[in-house]
């Protein structure tokens, strides 16, 4: 299995400000994605994200928004821009199996709350 | 569209007690279907994962089935512990892609003294 922590454990931040999270993984993998949780959700992937390519976006998300960075294949970056309450969530990194490629590892979230 | 929804949504019992969560999908074509368990406050852990042609897998107390055929899953939890208090997700895939996956809501289960 994968080790991923994550930065920060929690934030809360005023409206129109950015805030960027790191993910660290243990090992070299592939694809890391990003998924945000709101309060009482299930999770909602926002981006793939693969190294030396860019972030590939789900519907409803932009890179404007939410750019990402993915310098190597242990480290990643998402960027929450232009804050509002709404954006409000757990924000949750993952990387695949390397065992199954078809199973997942996630990181400990991270908390946003926008005032 | 791809759904996945699970039942009930929270649920309580006594420590001890055994308890079943359900889950049904549409999600087509079929690649794996898991269980994870997520605590409070931190990102889900995988408890077990079923491809098309297994219909159980166990890992200790937690014992998963799968029914491809009626597009039904349930996670059966034996004698439970104040520990197993968490939010439990069933997630299915249609590819090996494991990040293209279609996750549902969750059922909170609270183990109570």
């Known amino acids: 299995s994968a080790v991923i922590s994550q930065k920060p454990s929690r934030d809360i931040c005023q409206r129109g400000t950015s805030l960027t999270i790191q993910c660290q993984v243990d090992s070299q993998v592939t694809m890391m994605f990003w998924y945000r949780q709101q309060p009482g959700q299930s999770l909602t992937l926002i981006a793939t994200?693969?190294?030396?390519?860019?972030?590939?976006?789900e519907s409803g998300f932009v890179i404007d928004k939410f750019p990402i960075s993915r310098p190597n294949l242990t480290f990643s970056t998402l960027t929450v821009s232009n804050m509002s309450p709404e954006d409000s969530s757990i924000y949750l990194c993952s990387v695949d199996g390397f065992r199954r490629a078809d199973t997942q590892y996630f990181g400990p979230g991270t908390r946003l709350t926008v005032l | 569209k791809n759904q996945v929804e699970q039942s009930p949504q929270s649920l309580i019992i006594l420590e001890g007690k055994n308890c079943t969560l359900q889950c049904n999908y549409t999600v087509s074509p079929f690649s794996n279907l898991r269980w994870y368990k997520q605590d409070t406050g931190r990102g889900p852990v995988s408890l077990t994962i079923?491809?098309?042609?297994?219909n159980t897998k166990s890992n200790g107390r937690y014992t998963a089935t799968l029914d491809a055929d009626t597009k039904q899953s349930s996670l059966h939890i034996t004698a439970s512990q104040l520990s197993d208090s968490a939010s439990y997700i069933c997630v299915v895939s249609g590819s090996t892609n494991a990040g293209k996956s279609t996750f549902g809501d969750g059922t909170t289960l609270t183990v109570k003294p």
């Open positions: 079923m491809t098309f042609s297994e």
């Open positions: 994200a693969n190294q030396g390519s860019e972030a590939t976006y």
